[in-house]
Protein backbone atom coordinates (compact mmCIF):
# COMPACT_ATOMS: atom_id res chain seq x y z
CA UNK A 1 0.00 0.00 0.00
CA UNK A 2 1.02 3.30 -0.40
CA UNK A 3 0.66 6.41 1.44
CA UNK A 4 -1.73 9.55 0.39
CA UNK A 5 -1.61 13.19 2.29
CA UNK A 6 -5.40 14.11 1.91
CA UNK A 7 -7.42 16.97 1.97
CA UNK A 8 -10.95 16.43 0.87
CA UNK A 9 -12.58 19.79 2.01
CA UNK A 10 -11.25 23.09 0.58
CA UNK A 11 -12.99 25.92 -0.35
CA UNK A 12 -12.45 28.49 -3.00
CA UNK A 13 -13.06 31.96 -4.33
CA UNK A 14 -16.75 30.88 -5.81
CA UNK A 15 -17.59 30.22 -1.06
CA UNK A 16 -18.43 33.39 0.67
CA UNK A 17 -16.73 33.23 2.98
CA UNK A 18 -13.53 32.01 1.10
CA UNK A 19 -10.23 34.32 0.89
CA UNK A 20 -10.16 36.19 -2.42
CA UNK A 21 -6.72 34.20 -2.89
CA UNK A 22 -8.20 31.13 -3.11
CA UNK A 23 -8.18 30.46 -6.84
CA UNK A 24 -8.32 27.58 -8.47
CA UNK A 25 -4.46 27.93 -9.95
CA UNK A 26 -3.37 29.25 -6.25
CA UNK A 27 -4.96 25.96 -4.46
CA UNK A 28 -3.36 23.68 -6.64
CA UNK A 29 -0.05 25.54 -6.44
CA UNK A 30 -0.20 25.85 -2.38
CA UNK A 31 -1.24 21.90 -2.43
CA UNK A 32 1.65 20.73 -4.34
CA UNK A 33 3.98 22.23 -2.52
CA UNK A 34 2.92 21.99 0.49
CA UNK A 35 3.17 17.80 0.07
CA UNK A 36 -0.64 17.02 -0.42
CA UNK A 37 -1.93 14.53 -2.80
CA UNK A 38 -5.33 14.75 -2.97
CA UNK A 39 -7.16 17.37 -2.17
CA UNK A 40 -11.34 17.83 -2.41
CA UNK A 41 -13.27 20.76 -3.79
CA UNK A 42 -16.14 21.49 -1.39
CA UNK A 43 -17.73 24.96 -2.01
CA UNK A 44 -20.78 25.95 -0.23
CA UNK A 45 -23.62 25.13 -1.66
CA UNK A 46 -22.11 25.06 -5.64
CA UNK A 47 -19.70 22.83 -7.64
CA UNK A 48 -19.12 25.32 -10.51
CA UNK A 49 -15.81 25.70 -9.52
CA UNK A 50 -14.86 22.29 -9.34
CA UNK A 51 -13.79 21.41 -13.00
CA UNK A 52 -10.87 23.95 -13.19
CA UNK A 53 -9.07 22.82 -10.05
CA UNK A 54 -9.43 19.39 -11.68
CA UNK A 55 -7.92 20.17 -14.80
CA UNK A 56 -5.41 22.19 -13.21
CA UNK A 57 -4.69 19.61 -10.60
CA UNK A 58 -4.08 16.92 -13.88
CA UNK A 59 -1.77 19.13 -15.28
CA UNK A 60 0.47 19.19 -12.12
CA UNK A 61 0.14 15.61 -10.79
CA UNK A 62 -2.36 16.71 -8.22
CA UNK A 63 -5.29 14.46 -7.69
CA UNK A 64 -8.90 15.98 -7.55
CA UNK A 65 -11.64 15.26 -6.03
CA UNK A 66 -14.64 17.30 -7.09
CA UNK A 67 -17.60 17.94 -4.61
CA UNK A 68 -19.57 20.33 -2.24
CA UNK A 69 -20.04 21.43 1.61
CA UNK A 70 -23.81 21.27 1.41
CA UNK A 71 -26.37 22.87 4.64
CA UNK A 72 -29.36 21.02 5.25
CA UNK A 73 -32.37 21.95 6.31
CA UNK A 74 -31.31 21.77 9.96
CA UNK A 75 -28.03 24.07 8.99
CA UNK A 76 -25.75 20.78 8.96
CA UNK A 77 -22.89 21.00 6.89
CA UNK A 78 -22.06 17.92 4.85
CA UNK A 79 -19.83 16.98 2.11
CA UNK A 80 -20.26 15.28 -1.23
CA UNK A 81 -17.71 14.25 -3.29
CA UNK A 82 -17.89 12.35 -6.39
CA UNK A 83 -16.25 10.38 -9.03
CA UNK A 84 -17.52 11.99 -12.61
CA UNK A 85 -18.39 15.25 -14.12
CA UNK A 86 -22.18 14.11 -15.09
CA UNK A 87 -22.71 13.23 -11.61
CA UNK A 88 -21.49 16.28 -10.55
CA UNK A 89 -23.70 18.09 -12.79
CA UNK A 90 -26.64 16.14 -11.85
CA UNK A 91 -26.16 17.15 -8.17
CA UNK A 92 -25.94 20.92 -9.22
CA UNK A 93 -28.98 20.64 -10.65
CA UNK A 94 -30.06 19.25 -6.91
CA UNK A 95 -28.46 22.40 -5.53
CA UNK A 96 -30.15 24.87 -7.78
CA UNK A 97 -33.60 23.06 -6.97
CA UNK A 98 -33.45 23.59 -3.63
CA UNK A 99 -31.12 26.07 -2.19
CA UNK A 100 -32.67 29.07 -0.44
CA UNK A 101 -32.48 32.13 -2.42
CA UNK A 102 -31.38 35.03 -0.55
CA UNK A 103 -29.65 37.97 -2.31
CA UNK A 104 -25.90 37.68 -1.78
CA UNK A 105 -24.52 40.77 0.53
CA UNK A 106 -21.03 40.90 -0.48
CA UNK A 107 -19.38 43.41 1.74
CA UNK A 108 -21.53 41.29 4.45
CA UNK A 109 -21.19 37.73 3.56
CA UNK A 110 -18.22 37.80 0.87
CA UNK A 111 -17.79 38.01 -2.39
CA UNK A 112 -18.82 34.19 -4.79
CA UNK A 113 -16.79 34.14 -7.47
CA UNK A 114 -16.22 32.13 -10.55
CA UNK A 115 -12.63 33.03 -11.81
CA UNK A 116 -10.61 31.14 -14.78
CA UNK A 117 -6.77 30.02 -14.86
CA UNK A 118 -5.29 33.47 -15.07
CA UNK A 119 -8.14 34.86 -11.96
CA UNK A 120 -10.27 36.37 -14.02
CA UNK A 121 -13.59 36.84 -13.30
CA UNK A 122 -16.54 34.36 -15.17
CA UNK A 123 -19.24 35.16 -13.29
CA UNK A 124 -20.54 36.19 -9.60
CA UNK A 125 -22.97 34.25 -8.06
CA UNK A 126 -25.95 36.40 -6.83
CA UNK A 127 -27.37 33.98 -4.50
CA UNK A 128 -26.17 33.49 -0.91
CA UNK A 129 -24.06 30.05 -1.17
CA UNK A 130 -24.24 29.90 2.81
CA UNK A 131 -28.36 29.95 2.70
CA UNK A 132 -29.32 26.50 3.74
CA UNK A 133 -31.13 23.89 1.12
CA UNK A 134 -34.64 23.00 1.94
CA UNK A 135 -34.29 19.63 2.02
CA UNK A 136 -33.31 17.49 4.81
CA UNK A 137 -29.62 15.88 5.64
CA UNK A 138 -30.90 12.88 4.95
CA UNK A 139 -32.80 13.74 1.65
CA UNK A 140 -29.03 15.02 0.83
CA UNK A 141 -27.44 12.20 1.67
CA UNK A 142 -29.71 9.69 -0.43
CA UNK A 143 -28.60 12.41 -3.14
CA UNK A 144 -25.47 12.01 -2.66
CA UNK A 145 -25.38 8.11 -2.41
CA UNK A 146 -27.90 7.77 -5.68
CA UNK A 147 -25.03 9.49 -7.76
CA UNK A 148 -22.53 7.26 -6.14
CA UNK A 149 -21.08 9.32 -4.32
CA UNK A 150 -19.33 9.75 -1.00
CA UNK A 151 -21.07 11.69 2.08
CA UNK A 152 -19.47 12.87 5.17
CA UNK A 153 -20.96 14.95 7.84
CA UNK A 154 -18.69 17.91 8.13
CA UNK A 155 -16.67 19.32 11.36
CA UNK A 156 -19.02 17.19 13.87
CA UNK A 157 -17.88 17.81 16.61
CA UNK A 158 -18.33 21.98 16.23
CA UNK A 159 -21.01 23.54 18.46
CA UNK A 160 -22.81 24.90 15.44
CA UNK A 161 -23.89 23.83 12.08
CA UNK A 162 -22.46 20.12 12.59
CA UNK A 163 -24.54 16.94 13.08
CA UNK A 164 -24.68 16.63 16.80
CA UNK A 165 -25.03 20.56 17.49
CA UNK A 166 -27.81 20.98 14.84
CA UNK A 167 -29.64 17.49 15.24
CA UNK A 168 -28.26 16.26 18.82
CA UNK A 169 -27.94 12.67 17.93
CA UNK A 170 -26.56 10.56 15.11
CA UNK A 171 -29.86 9.70 12.80
CA UNK A 172 -29.64 5.66 12.67
CA UNK A 173 -31.17 5.67 8.79
CA UNK A 174 -28.12 8.24 8.35
CA UNK A 175 -25.52 6.22 6.17
CA UNK A 176 -22.69 7.65 6.08
CA UNK A 177 -18.99 7.51 4.50
CA UNK A 178 -16.95 8.58 7.21
CA UNK A 179 -17.64 11.73 9.50
CA UNK A 180 -15.00 15.15 9.46
CA UNK A 181 -13.58 16.21 13.31
CA UNK A 182 -12.21 19.52 13.91
CA UNK A 183 -8.32 19.68 13.26
CA UNK A 184 -7.26 20.08 17.14
CA UNK A 185 -10.02 17.03 18.46
CA UNK A 186 -8.96 13.77 19.73
CA UNK A 187 -10.21 11.06 17.67
CA UNK A 188 -10.56 9.10 20.89
CA UNK A 189 -12.30 11.38 23.05
CA UNK A 190 -14.70 12.42 20.27
CA UNK A 191 -15.63 9.03 19.75
CA UNK A 192 -16.29 8.24 23.76
CA UNK A 193 -18.55 11.81 23.70
CA UNK A 194 -20.83 10.83 20.98
CA UNK A 195 -20.54 7.23 21.00
CA UNK A 196 -19.24 6.23 17.78
CA UNK A 197 -18.58 3.16 16.68
CA UNK A 198 -14.89 1.97 15.72
CA UNK A 199 -16.54 0.72 12.30
CA UNK A 200 -17.11 4.33 11.37
CA UNK A 201 -13.96 6.35 10.04
CA UNK A 202 -12.90 9.44 11.37
CA UNK A 203 -11.07 11.99 9.40
CA UNK A 204 -9.54 15.23 9.65
CA UNK A 205 -9.60 17.94 6.56
CA UNK A 206 -8.44 21.23 6.98
CA UNK A 207 -11.71 23.28 6.36
CA UNK A 208 -9.29 25.98 4.70
CA UNK A 209 -11.10 29.11 3.68
CA UNK A 210 -7.49 30.77 3.34
CA UNK A 211 -4.56 30.11 2.20
CA UNK A 212 -2.59 29.80 5.36
CA UNK A 213 -4.47 26.73 6.25
CA UNK A 214 -4.48 24.94 3.42
CA UNK A 215 -2.11 21.68 3.62
CA UNK A 216 -1.81 22.28 7.60
CA UNK A 217 -4.98 19.79 8.21
CA UNK A 218 -4.64 16.38 6.64
CA UNK A 219 -5.38 12.59 6.81
CA UNK A 220 -3.36 9.44 5.51
CA UNK A 221 -4.68 7.60 2.95
CA UNK A 222 -3.09 4.11 2.72
CA UNK A 223 -4.61 2.53 -0.50
CA UNK A 224 -3.12 1.42 -3.66
CA UNK A 225 -3.12 4.55 -5.98
CA UNK A 226 -5.08 7.85 -5.75
CA UNK A 227 -8.52 7.00 -7.56
CA UNK A 228 -12.30 7.46 -5.92
CA UNK A 229 -12.91 3.88 -5.90
CA UNK A 230 -9.74 3.18 -3.77
CA UNK A 231 -10.89 6.40 -2.09
CA UNK A 232 -14.15 4.89 -1.07
CA UNK A 233 -12.47 1.73 0.37
CA UNK A 234 -10.31 3.66 2.35
CA UNK A 235 -13.34 5.78 4.21
CA UNK A 236 -14.56 1.95 4.64
CA UNK A 237 -11.61 -0.15 5.90
CA UNK A 238 -12.09 -2.32 2.61
CA UNK A 239 -9.37 -4.61 1.37
CA UNK A 240 -7.01 -3.71 3.36
CA UNK A 241 -6.94 0.07 2.72
CA UNK A 242 -7.60 2.73 5.87
CA UNK A 243 -7.28 6.12 6.85
CA UNK A 244 -4.93 7.52 9.21
CA UNK A 245 -5.03 10.49 11.47
CA UNK A 246 -1.62 11.77 11.91
CA UNK A 247 -0.11 12.56 15.50
CA UNK A 248 0.82 15.94 15.77
CA UNK A 249 4.22 15.56 16.18
CA UNK A 250 4.01 13.86 12.39
CA UNK A 251 2.55 16.70 10.76
Known sequence: MKQFRTDLHIHTVLSPCGD?????????SLARNRGLDIIGITDHNSTKQCELVWKL????????????????????????????????????SFLDRHLTLIPNKPLL??????????????EEVVNYLGASLDV???EIEQKVHELSGIFIPAHIDRPRNSLFSQLGFFPPELKVD???????SDEVAIRKKFMISDAITLVKFSDAHFSA??????????????TFDEIRKALHG??????????????
Open 57 to 92: GRSSGLTVIPGCEMTSREEVHCLGLFEDFDALRMFQ
Open 20 to 28: LEMSPSNIV
Open 136 to 138: SIE
Open 213 to 226: DLGKTYSIFEMEEA
Open 178 to 184: SLQISKN
Open 238 to 251: ADGRKCLIPTPSSL
Open 109 to 122: FGYQLVVDEDENIL
